[in-house]
């Protein structure tokens, strides 16, 4: 590999967005009409009355809608996105409420106007009348089923799934050790500091309809507004700008407003934006995390498990309009690094009154991860032995790669890891944190009244699932490469590192590649960003992609040359003959040669019009079996996932009398494989960490009985400042090349933020000595804790 | 479905009043005819256009849409654009030289990957400049202090705090090779009381 491959390079997206010139999507559309929604102040009720006469007076008001407005297709519920054999009792929300609203901030009428103080002037003038219902919140509420969230699904459970791998009530009851847990993860979401957004303009005389979003998956958003508004695909063009933060909530579409306003610009003519608030993000977006787990282990003398059962409830909030992705994934990637002589795995999706609940950052694997590490401590802690030793007693060895865990995963294909070197990772997270120096540490600590503790956690994420993803590049006359992948970005750098992949397959300079991704104009073909699957599956596209630009390159510069394809090199742009720098033509050049032209507009044009002179008059300037121009096209489609894997270690002080918790040393080490940019790789970490710390210390969606989110902003939830994440957070890796893809990388994205629970809950169990079952853990809950252990 | 017209009146939009705000937006003589409820925030995007201002809250938490106002850091979701008339303001678009060069702390970013959606970026570029000027080697207790107001989703704030550093860094590498002044550029240097 090349010299760009692994290089800490400058990302090449900073540049707009540091002099504020980046375009995100309320920067677009300054003179769009804007939306406002009428939304639910109740989390469960039957609409009674609609009352929008007292809107009508508001000046600039442009058209109020509610459902009976809406056309056939915009009428209908709106798409089950991900169906699933368990998922017998899929329902979804509609566009907007048809006489029932199921939680709070739930979309009952778009009011359109001139700005958006003047819409949401009419909205507040507009007077619905509820008969409110009785509110399930809660998994307690949700498992008891007293009352339905919806009429037709009884026990609210909109799903049931059992998975396993072995006879596990035989091996638990065989186990010499048998232990039961009950575990707990609350609420939290994936809050980008950019919520939804929305701008639609439809262009009459050519029957088009442009659509900027701030999505994670501008091809999905594509099909579905084009089947909801009954146009053609080729009617419909998704840009995806530049997007302020997504971590999962923006891979959900159709939203209610991606289908609304792009509806409201077709039926007045003018464009219309949306552009959400941050209560709005809070109530009417979606959030992650709520699950309660059973657990079962039986285990040996040594600490080995035998047979480990898990039962567990996911609150799924109102809808499942994303299906049972995020329970699966808890289910299957709990098992980490580790093979349980038998696994069974069973859960309930659950409706409530709340906010639906989509993939966050992680999803569905910090849970899991949770659930297994706190199992682990507490075979450690019952046979007294380091939780390191049971661990690796547990793992799976390199030399059982590929491993099959015997389980279908998210992806509907075997969960079967692909590499990884477990206990090689336990070796650099003890050294990286101290583990074995440790009980000196905490000994000294506590003989100056100080309690410190220290906890590890190990995972294993599956990354770059399929299906897809596609990659073009193009060279232009003038040398500069263009290169377009579908899938979408959210900041992660993606136009760095596959310019990166590209720049190094062609041998061109990085500063000739441009990368665009999520605009349905320049890549029609694509999934989406999410299961930190970019690197993986669009970088593998690109190199695919750009190697086949390269080929036609040189084939192009041979016959021109008169030398063999297999005899020349592209170096910095340049067509040389090997080793011969001063043989060469610059890739441009070839460019132009592959293209007959019969129109001169500039100088290299006319190097290419067909009286330019040259080729060989008895065969037509564009062979059968050729095209004109430099370009690749290459689709990238790995048989199944690839898996990354990483261990976290924290080190966590906890005040005697205040039960302030603070980390004082936080450790990763981390193996996704090969590192396109280091730097970037350490960035995803950083973000996702501190999002695991949030999630174990600080943020939790808190809902009263009646479903009201009572801290639905900023200054109620607690989303970390720079004062509530380590001060360091210290890096190493190991790189385990994945055999799936070209480019033997693993995704990165996600890693960071899994273990955060887990670690945390080891570490203050450690500080504590007290069990610790559930998180997030404020000081109060701490207090709580130490109260009743008393 | 229902629809209505505003109309316009000179003085007025949609029956609202517009006032007159005069503004020195990053060098610039501006003028913005407001109603009284429009925010400093919005009009800076909307009625200048200059969108490199962000909004994450509007309840003023979260310090993406801070500009400096008469030199200081101020949150323009929390202020009405009435109220600003008269002030002079920095926003994001203004923190580079006239001539392109990146300002320190805008520089020290890339160098040190400060930044990755960008949204929240704009806050912390303007909020970090102003810091730089009152703690002009700030230790990591100083610079945690310095951006203790502004919300990051993506980058876990420890690049932020190393391109605090590295731009404190970056003014004294620019002071010495000038010889003298604070090696920020003229348009980052925020005019009024000190």
């Known amino acids: 590999m090349s010299s760009l491959f692994g290089a800490r390079v400058q990302r090449v997206e900073d540049d707009r967005l540091i002099r504020g010139h980046g375009a995100y999507l309320d920067d677009l559309g300054p003179d769009a009409l804007a939306a406002a929604f009428v939304r639910s102040p109740l989390a469960h009720a039957r609409i009674t009355d609609i009352d929008v006469s007292g809107a009508l007076k508001v000046p600039g008001l442009v058209a109020i809608y509610t459902y009976q407005d809406l056309p056939a297709r915009l009428a209908e519920p709106l798409p089950l996105l991900i169906p699933h054999p368990a998922l017998t009792h899929g329902r979804t929300p509609y566009a907007l409420a048809n006489g029932e609203v199921n939680h709070v901030g739930e979309a009952i009428v778009m009011v359109v106007a001139a700005d958006r103080y003047l819409a949401e002037d009419a909205a507040d003038l507009i007077d619905v009348s509820y008969e409110p219902l009785p509110a399930v919140v809660g998994l307690d509420a949700a498992r008891a089923a007293e009352h339905l969230v919806h009429d037709d699904v009884p026990g609210n459970r909109a799903a049931n799934a059992v998975q396993e791998h072995g006879d596990t009530a035989a091996a638990i009851a065989a186990a010499p050790h048998v232990l039961e847990l009950d575990l707990e993860i609350e609420r939290s979401a994936s809050t980008p500091l950019e919520g939804r957004g929305v701008l639609a303009r439809w262009e009459e005389q050519q029957k088009r309809l442009v659509v900027w979003t701030s999505t994670q998956t501008s091809t999905g958003v594509r099909a579905a507004v084009a089947a909801k508004l009954g146009l053609d695909l080729s009617q419909v063009d998704v840009i995806t700008p530049d997007v302020g933060g997504g971590f999962g909530v923006k891979i959900v579409h159709p939203w209610p407003e991606e289908v609304l306003v792009p509806w409201a610009a077709q039926q007045l003519g003018k464009p219309v934006k949306f552009t959400e608030d941050r209560r709005e993000h809070f109530i009417a977006s979606a959030h992650e995390r709520g699950q309660q787990h059973h657990v079962t282990v039986g285990y040996d003398h040594e600490g080995r498990i035998l047979g480990l059962d898990v039962r567990f409830w996911h609150d799924n909030g109102a809808y499942v309009p994303y299906g049972l992705i995020v329970p699966i994934v808890t289910s299957t990637q709990l098992l980490g690094p580790y093979k349980p002589g038998a696994y069974r795995v069973e859960f309930d999706s659950l409706y409530t009154n709340t906010v639906l609940v989509t993939p966050y950052r992680g999803a569905g694997r910090p849970h899991g991860c949770f659930v297994m590490e706190r199992t682990m401590d507490a075979i450690a802690a019952e046979l007294g032995l380091d939780r390191t030793l049971v661990r690796e007693r547990n793992f799976i060895q390199p030399g059982e790669m590929p491993y099959d865990q015997g389980l279908i995963f998210q992806d509907g294909r075997p969960l079967i890891y692909d590499s990884g070197d477990y206990p090689a990772l336990l070796t650099k997270i003890k050294d990286l944190v101290g583990w074995e120096k440790f009980a000196p540490l905490k000994e000294a600590a506590a003989a100056e009244g100080r309690r410190i503790g220290i906890g590890l956690a190990c995972y294993v994420e599956g990354t770059g699932v399929g299906p897809y993803e596609g990659g073009h590049v193009v060279v232009e006359t003038s040398g500069k490469v263009k290169v377009a992948t579908g899938l979408t970005s959210q900041g992660q750098g993606h136009q760095t590192i596959l310019a990166q992949l590209v720049a190094d397959e062609l041998g061109v300079p990085l500063a000739d590649v441009e990368v665009v991704t999520g605009d349905t104009r320049r890549f029609g073909y694509a999934v989406g960003t999410f299961a930190s699957r970019t690197a993986v599956m669009s970088g593998s596209a690109v190199t695919l992609a750009a190697r086949k630009a390269k080929e036609k390159a040189l084939r192009v510069a041979a016959e021109a040359m008169e030398v063999s394809p297999a005899d020349l090199e592209i170096i910095d742009g340049i067509v040389q003959v090997r080793g011969d720098p001063d043989s060469g033509i610059s890739l441009g050049t070839v460019a132009v040669l592959s293209n007959p032209l019969r129109y001169a507009f500039d100088e290299a044009a006319k190097a290419a019009t067909q009286f330019a002179g040259g080729g060989d008059m008895s065969r037509p300037p564009v062979a059968p079996d050729d095209e004109p121009g430099i370009e690749g096209r290459a689709y990238f489609s790995p048989v199944r996932s690839t898996f990354a894997s990483g261990m976290h270690a924290a080190i966590v002080e906890t005040d005697p009398d205040t039960a302030e918790i603070t980390i004082l040393r936080y450790c990763v080490v981390h193996d996704c494989g090969k590192l396109i940019n280091p730097q970037i790789v350490e960035g995803q970490i950083h973000g996702g960490v501190a999002q695991g710390v949030g999630g174990a210390l600080y943020e939790r969606m808190a809902y009263d009985e009646t479903g009201q989110l009572v801290n639905a902003s900023f200054m109620d939830f607690l989303m970390p400042y720079a004062s509530e994440v380590p001060r360091e957070i210290e890096i190493d890796h190991l790189e385990t090349p994945s055999p799936l893809n070209p480019l033997g990388i693993k995704g990165a994205g996600e890693a960071g933020v899994i273990p955060g629970a887990a670690v945390l809950a080891a570490a203050i169990e450690d500080a504590e000595a007290i069990p610790i079952r559930s998180m997030p853990l404020s000081p109060s809950d701490l207090f709580e804790l130490r109260r009743r252990d008393r | ?194």
Not at chain 2, 58 to 77: F, Q
Request: with cysteine.
């Open chain 2, 1 to 194: 479905m229902s629809s209505a017209a505003g109309e316009l009146h000179s003085g007025e939009q949609h029956g609202e009043e517009l006032h007159e705000v005069r503004l020195t937006v990053n060098g610039s003589a501006r003028t913005a005819r407001v109603p009284a409820r429009r925010l400093l925030s919005d009009c800076i995007r909307h009625d200048l256009r200059l969108t490199g201002t962000h909004v994450g809250c509007e309840h003023g938490v979260c310090g993406a849409c801070t500009i400096l106002l008469d030199g200081r850091p101020v949150r323009s979701c929390l202020l009405l654009a009435v109220s600003a008339d008269g002030a002079d303001i920095t926003t994001v678009e203004g923190l580079a030289a006239p001539d392109g060069t990146l300002s320190p702390v805008q520089q020290a970013f890339t160098e040190c990957h400060g930044l990755q959606c960008g949204f929240c970026t704009p806050g912390f570029l303007t909020t970090i400049t102003a810091g730089l000027q009152a703690v002009p080697d700030p230790d990591d207790e100083q610079a945690r202090e310095m951006i203790g107001g502004n919300l990051c989703r993506c980058t876990g704030y420890q690049n932020i705090l190393a391109s605090v550093h590295r731009a404190a860094e970056i003014i004294r590498e620019r002071a010495a090779s000038n010889g003298s002044g604070t090696g920020q550029p003229a348009a980052a240097t925020p005019a009024g009381p000190a």
